[in-house]
């Protein structure tokens, strides 16, 4: 079973950075091959929005929304994925979300993308 475990969420006035970590288990070594993993985000009243997505491969992809002040990052082992957020403003307030298998058929839908696992969430806050 594969599970995907969040840290590094909390609070951070408007212009601060904040890194979110993410530890997959429970793939397979071909399955975390075809992985691709990322981060969603889901804010009170909006609706979810895929932000950044990381292939094995290592291609990368950013929603406008973050493009520029995030960055997605694999550790040693691609398993883990990093989230580096940058510039941080109160409209990036929402409950975080690792991802992963994004684009797998059967997941769940968020914005364009469905999203096959999920992590718990971790809650980042920029008061405005």
């Known amino acids: 079973e594969v599970h995907l475990r969040e840290s590094g969420g909390g609070s951070v006035q408007a212009g601060g950075s904040l890194r979110l970590s993410c530890t997959a288990s429970?793939?397979?070594?071909?399955?975390?091959?075809?992985?691709?993993m990322g981060w969603a985000r889901q804010a009170p009243g909006a609706e979810c929005e895929v932000i950044s997505t990381?292939?094995?491969?290592?291609?990368?992809w950013y929603a406008d929304s973050v493009k520029g002040r995030f960055t997605i990052s694999h550790g040693k082992d691609k398993n883990t994925v990093y989230l580096q957020m940058n510039s941080l403003k109160p409209e990036d307030t929402a409950v975080y979300y690792c991802?992963?298998?994004?684009?797998?058929?059967?997941?769940?839908?968020?914005?364009?993308?469905?999203?096959?696992?999920w992590g718990q969430g971790t809650q980042v806050t920029v008061p405005s």
């Open positions: 991802a992963a298998d994004i684009g797998r058929h059967g997941g769940r839908w968020c914005g364009d993308f469905t999203v096959y696992y």
């Open positions: 429970g793939f397979t070594d071909h399955d975390s091959d075809d992985s691709d």
């Open positions: 990381i292939r094995n491969d290592g291609i990368i």
